[in-house]
């Protein structure tokens, strides 16, 4: 039994995280395309800054939450905190389905940012631990697929609030998650490793500083690379999410009706392809040359550039889509990459409270490019702004290439 645990759980813990990550994208994307729907019951929705406001406060609470839930991550069992996370966000969304105004909204959305914050950090760091070495890339490559399905899904919320109602979307919605925590319950394992690298099972003095993580993060000169060259592809990374429809809609000269599914399944198909592969590839890569992480990832960011130089300047339906096909495709080998890239450089220990800064520096890189492009698309320069996202790719992409050289494949 032990060695069919070994053998098949890691990807069992693969495919029961990967609906949570779908939830996790999904209850998080339903509000943006329901808030036609919403109007009507709740007036302030009408002004487009309050609704702005609701989409902010999720960013910035998620953000600044994703620090410490790494921490916490690091220092108790992450298979409570994926429960607990999940269990929370879709209670959170079965309440929102209740919500009379607009102020029930804001505060349940801000919830919302600190439940799902804790999910990402604890999630990728139990995924690693399971897979060491040869399936590490593909598995946490799998697993982010279930953030782009979910994402996806979300934009169906439109949908299943026109055939029910916007309050039974965010009840069905919720009431699915709550009903699956338990199912995690049941299912989910830590990784035994986990609990044996904590200062009491080594005979150690447990710290009283919930801190140290950070300082061990901070003071490995690595890291900090390792979180330019993640900060800076999130700068395209959300401009496509939040101003791609615009753009496929000016450059095509098309309605937005059509402008928004082509933009979105174009970029979901291609970076569903290029986690997959970058997983594939990286993790055969890495068995052969040790920088093998690094290059793939490398190999991803690069197809970046030119995607977003033509997605700045072309004006035809094959340049256009063909430079989104391109820019996902290497986006996700770049995003299947992230977290074992990090295990070469951070201990186990420390690697969900390394996440955590990394997430919440890609999250606020997302939030300041999303209204910097906003003020280039008033000035009818967006493109061009996509074009200079692209050089700034380059930078990263040098830096990456020179500093990083990893001496294993999994620090411990």
């Excluded at 996806?152 to 309050?167: P, R």
């Excluded at 490793?193 to 000169?221: D, I, M, Y």
């Excluded at 890291?223 to 700068?235: D, E, G, K, N, T």
Aim: hydrophobic residues 50%.
């Amino acid at each position: 039994m032990k060695i069919i645990d070994k053998k098949y759980y890691p990807w069992l813990v693969v495919a029961l995280l990967w609906v949570v990550a779908l939830l996790n994208y999904m209850d998080r994307q339903m509000l943006s395309t329901m808030q036609e729907a919403m109007k009507a019951d709740i007036s302030e929705l009408n002004q487009a800054e309050a609704f702005g406001a609701l989409m902010a406060v999720f960013l910035w609470i998620y953000g600044i939450v994703s620090p410490f839930a790494g921490i916490i991550a690091d220092r108790m069992s992450r298979k409570w905190l994926v429960v607990g996370s999940i269990f929370v966000w879709s209670a959170v969304t079965f309440l929102m389905g209740y919500a009379h105004n607009f102020t029930q909204l804001y505060w349940l959305r801000a919830f919302m940012g600190i439940s799902e914050a804790l999910y990402i950090p604890s999630a990728l760091s139990l995924i690693a631990d399971w897979h060491e070495g040869k399936s590490r890339s593909l598995a946490i490559g799998i697993h982010m697929t279930g953030l782009y399905v979910g994402q996806a899904i979300g934009g169906f919320g439109a949908t299943l609030a026109a055939m029910l109602s916007w309050n039974a979307a965010f009840h069905w919605f919720g009431v699915i998650g709550v009903v699956y925590s338990i199912v995690l319950l049941l299912l989910l394992k830590e990784n035994p490793k986990h609990a044996q690298k904590t200062p009491a099972a080594n005979g150690e003095k447990p710290s009283r500083n919930p801190f140290r993580g950070l300082s061990v993060v901070f003071s490995t000169w690595a890291f900090w690379i390792i979180l330019f060259y993640f900060a800076v592809p999130s700068l395209p990374g959300w401009a496509t999410k939040n101003w791609l429809p615009t753009l496929f809609a000016d450059s095509l000269n098309i309605p937005m009706a059509n402008a928004g599914p082509l933009s979105t399944i174009t970029i979901a198909v291609s970076s569903f392809i290029g986690v997959i592969l970058g997983g594939i590839v990286s993790d055969r890569w890495v068995q052969r040359n040790i920088r093998g992480r690094v290059y793939t990832s490398a190999i991803g960011l690069g197809l970046t550039v030119p995607a977003l130089i033509l997605l700045g300047f072309g004006h035809s339906l094959v340049a256009v889509v063909g430079a989104g096909l391109c820019f996902g495709v290497g986006y996700g080998i770049f995003d299947a990459n992230n977290m074992p890239i990090l295990c070469q450089f951070i201990s186990s220990k420390y690697r969900s409270t390394a996440y955590g800064i990394m997430n919440m520096t890609g999250v606020f890189a997302g939030a300041a490019v999303t209204q910097v492009l906003g003020k280039w698309k008033d000035g009818g320069n967006l493109g061009l702004g996509f074009m200079l996202l692209g050089a700034i790719v380059v930078v990263a992409l040098i830096l990456q290439l020179s500093c990083l050289r990893p001496t294993t494949d999994n620090m411990e």
